[in-house]
């Protein structure tokens, strides 16, 4: 990258909004020792905190905290940066902020110091998407995998098949200017196995960050059936002891409609088709228009069945489920405990029907396991790539070369151009080829002050 002219120095307050005990200030730029001193009115010391007091522009004391100075290159950007921890009130902050901004700074872009991180080469593209990740990470595995993503593990990995694709790729176009030796050459580099293996460690990675995105945007489930068939009851039995743990984004706000349960750490987003109906009847054109679209972005419908009242099972929603094509439906015959039947997972003419208790918890673990199955989960923790929507473009988009690659073997041109783009796929993970408009994209979805 060609160096810019030198950066301005940017601040944002790095906690969340509102009050706690301690809120921070992080300031990033160039020469900072000496915007430190201004502020606190003596020199830091890198890498060691020291309480101080914070003053105004006259010396009057604005907060007291601790001040850490990380210098540059060794920080979070790569560039001089501190951190002043004060006491996390919103007028506190502000002044403090306020402060920094009348010393220089101005005030930084959601994701500014991310990005900054990722141009001084602290992190590549995939980490720092992962800052992101762990951030808004909804259950405790996703998070796990956004930490893994961010130590580089994923990147690593990327490295890996792009250095072997390289090696390749080097060796056939060798291999270009002795014509003579072509035919050989497929058989003496071991080309084919070679070429096998890559796409092998391929397959396995984009499996493995597909499992990954499914852990990080969950399935979206909607409860169907007559009122008092116990909904609310199997979502209780659903969500178990986690239930609390479960929040949603701070700052978004908050749909009644719309419950986040974890199972195996895979969040559900559960819409209980009752509250969809009592809706309708308030505002009845605004109502149906939603529940279009909740049941739009459907993944499995749960349509659930009195087991004393087979004959009811739609008389309490207006969803024609026979509308929803490429939706999982799983019936779900509750109340197994008054009619004397077993929990039981049963298949006829190719649906699912699960017969369980919610009031007793019967059958709950089957109906979990069935989830995962639609769902499409059979990773195990610590394999997962908490992968992106871009990435699993791009690993498909390599992958389809590498296959490419495979079909022409008789101009080897052609293999050696295929080995190329699936590389330049690849290199679009960690962010070696992005273009300026895809780091805006990626970083401005960003909290302020990361
Ligand atoms: P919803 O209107 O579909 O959300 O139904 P609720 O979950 O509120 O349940 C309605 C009633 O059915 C409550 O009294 C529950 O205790 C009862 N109920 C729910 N599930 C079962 C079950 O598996 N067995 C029995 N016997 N009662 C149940
Ligand atoms: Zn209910």
Not at 24 to 29: A, F, H, L, P, Y
Not at 312 to 339: A, Q, R, S
Not at 362 to 389: C, Q, S
Request: hydrophobic share 45%.
């Amino acid at each position: 990258r060609p160096a810019a002219s030198p950066p301005d120095t940017i601040a944002a307050i790095a906690t969340a909004p509102g009050r706690g005990g301690v809120g921070v200030v992080r300031v990033s730029g160039a020469g900072l020792a000496a915007f430190a001193r201004e502020l606190t009115g003596r020199d830091p010391q890198p890498r060691l905190a020291g309480f101080t007091r914070f003053l105004g522009a006259k010396g009057e004391p604005i907060d007291e905290g601790l001040l850490i100075y990380f210098r540059a290159p060794a920080s979070f950007t790569g560039e001089d940066v501190i951190e002043l921890q004060g006491h996390g009130g919103p007028v506190v902050m502000q002044m403090l902020l306020d402060r920094c901004l009348a010393l220089g700074a101005r005030l930084a872009e959601p994701g500014e110091f991310t990005r900054r991180a990722f141009l001084n080469g602290k992190l590549d593209l995939a980490q720092a998407e992962s800052v992101a990740d762990l951030i808004e990470a909804s259950t405790a595995a996703a998070a796990q995998s956004a930490v893994r993503s961010l130590s580089g593990r994923f990147s690593q990995e990327i490295h890996l098949i792009k250095d072997a694709l390289i090696d390749l790729r080097m060796l056939v176009e060798a291999t270009l200017d002795f014509p003579e030796e072509e035919i050989d050459f497929l058989e003496k580099a071991r080309a084919l196995p070679r070429l096998a293996s890559i796409r092998e460690q391929l397959e396995g990675v984009l499996d493995r960050a597909r499992q990954g995105a499914l852990l990080r945007s969950g399935l979206n489930v909607v409860l169907a059936g007559a009122p008092n068939v116990g909904k609310s009851s199997l979502l209780n039995q659903l969500a178990g002891e986690d239930r609390a743990i479960v929040t949603e984004v701070a700052g978004t706000t908050r749909d009644a409609l719309r419950e986040t349960i974890q199972i195996e750490g895979i969040p559900l987003h559960v819409i209980d088709t009752a509250g969809l109906r009592d809706t309708s009847d308030v505002v009845e054109r605004i109502g149906i228009e939603r529940t279009r679209r909740e049941l739009e972005r459907a993944d499995v419908v749960l349509r659930l069945v009195d087991a004393g009242r087979p004959g009811e099972t739609e008389g309490g929603t207006d969803i024609d489920l026979d509308l929803l094509p490429g939706v999982e439906c799983i019936t779900v015959i509750n109340k197994i405990d008054l009619c004397d039947l077993d929990p039981a997972r049963v298949e006829h003419d190719g649906r699912v029907e699960l017969r369980v208790s919610a009031r007793e918890g019967l059958g709950i673990d089957l109906l979990r396991k069935e989830l995962l199955r639609v769902a499409g989960w059979h990773a195990h923790g610590e394999d997962v790539i908490l992968a992106r929507e871009r990435h699993l473009l791009a690993l498909r988009a390599a992958l389809a070369h590498v296959r490419l690659a495979g079909d022409q073997l008789s101009a080897l041109e052609l293999f050696a151009e295929e080995l190329r783009l699936a590389g330049e796929r690849l290199g679009e993970i960690t962010g070696e080829f992005s273009a300026d408009d895809l780091l805006g994209v990626i970083f401005s979805r960003f909290c302020i002050g990361k």
